[in-house]
């Protein structure tokens, strides 16, 4: 318990996520990945497709957060602006850059595909900025100081997060565990769980109702209580006690 | 095309976002909601159960945006902290308020449900607020100038935006469309997308390529084109465009 945390924040650019027509799941994939490394999110942004949104969004995150991941707008086309926006914030020179070139030459020469100029502006890498692998599309992303830029498509995202796991250097990493109660309302539990949050002030103790519909319609309610830390040892005692508190568990 | 765009943001608090645990889709579910409303998104944060934080985002969102939409952290136990950090925000003084209180009553009585020291948290509302329903389980949410405060729970959260909608002064209506191609990357039509957004400024063209696997294993891809404008006639005209340039569209 005594190495410090080590926080992040996700950077999510693009208007099709704050439309409503895309369902943002990098935010939940990039904390499920960093979990086991000892990283944990603190915060997460959606902004739009707009220069000055996105300067403003990193610049106050990357001064706050150990490590900040981007994701989205790094494709071939008008929209995608992030890389040019990155460059901006950390008033870094941007072009073409021969490294990135390369790839997409050696990646489209096997696909058969032409590196139109419009492809060109995947290899638009800010100065200094090392390359994140893409073994799905080839185009890279890139890293500048303690900024990740990854692609939007989760598939890629993915892809690329396997490449920089190696640069991260992570906390002790957090443990948790989940307690389900069926048939309980919040308002039941809230004096036990308020006590035990006194009683063990090293876990983060969260309580989440949640509704469920059976067949035959009918619905179903309880919570689910889960604990964090990492401290193992206080976390098994804790859930020991909460477990002889709590009513009807599932 | 004279009216002024009305922008929101929603402001998601809760840890078990953040860790990871589970996926947001009140972003999502808030954006399609005020579509039609003619109000669209500008941003979205995630933050913690802390009020130092809850308290910054807010004043910034709020500041910033015309109407901002908080959801999470207004049930009863010891990490629902919204609504005192929504008073601290705004500077106000929060306490059990009678209107809220006597919502519970009749709610619990109803059900057969114990009013215990633990919900009447949820009855703790910054002065001046006014009320919002929540169909689903009672406790209300409330609105502060600007700022609607809904429950995380997304069917709750969708029943207190039913309550709302009356109250938000929308801008042009956005109607959107999308042209959908399979079989083409986003470097093979970069060019023609980007004259068109030359060519249509009033007309927001993104570009979001999608991957698909089929039954058998083989995987397809291509690229949904969407169109985005309050001006009906010059999204017709920018589509027929579009589609006399574009390749095989499925």
Do not use: C
């Amino acid at each position: 318990m005594d190495e410090r945390a080590v926080k992040a924040a996700v950077l999510v650019i693009g208007d099709e996520v704050l439309s409503g027509r895309t369902q943002d799941v990098n935010i939940r994939q990039i904390a499920e990945f960093l979990s086991p490394l000892g990283i944990t999110l603190g915060e997460a942004r959606v902004v739009s497709d707009l220069e000055a949104d996105i300067v403003e969004a990193l610049n106050a995150l990357r001064a706050r957060w150990d490590y900040v991941f981007t994701t989205g707008g790094i494709g071939p086309t008008h929209d995608d602006i992030t890389a040019d926006a990155v460059a901006a914030a950390f008033g870094r020179h941007i072009d073409v850059r021969e490294d990135a070139l390369a790839i997409l030459h050696e990646w489209y020469a096997k696909s058969g595909t032409q590196l139109t100029s419009a492809r060109l502006r995947m290899a638009r890498i800010p100065d200094g900025a090392s390359l994140i692998a893409n073994p799905v599309t080839g185009a890279p992303g890139f890293q500048v100081e303690n900024v990740f830029v990854l692609a939007g498509v989760p598939k890629i995202a993915r892809g690329m997060l396997e490449d920089i796991a190696h640069r991260l250097e992570g906390g002790a990493v957090t443990q948790s565990l989940s307690i389900r109660l069926e048939g309980v309302r919040e308002g039941d539990i809230a004096e036990i769980l308020g006590q035990a949050a006194k009683d063990f002030p090293a876990i983060s103790i969260g309580s989440y109702p949640w509704f469920q519909e059976r067949e035959g319609g009918e619905l179903s309610r309880g919570v689910a209580v889960v604990l964090r830390s990492a401290d193992g040892e206080t976390l098994a005692r804790a859930e020991q006690t909460l477990k002889s508190q709590l009513p009807a568990q599932s």
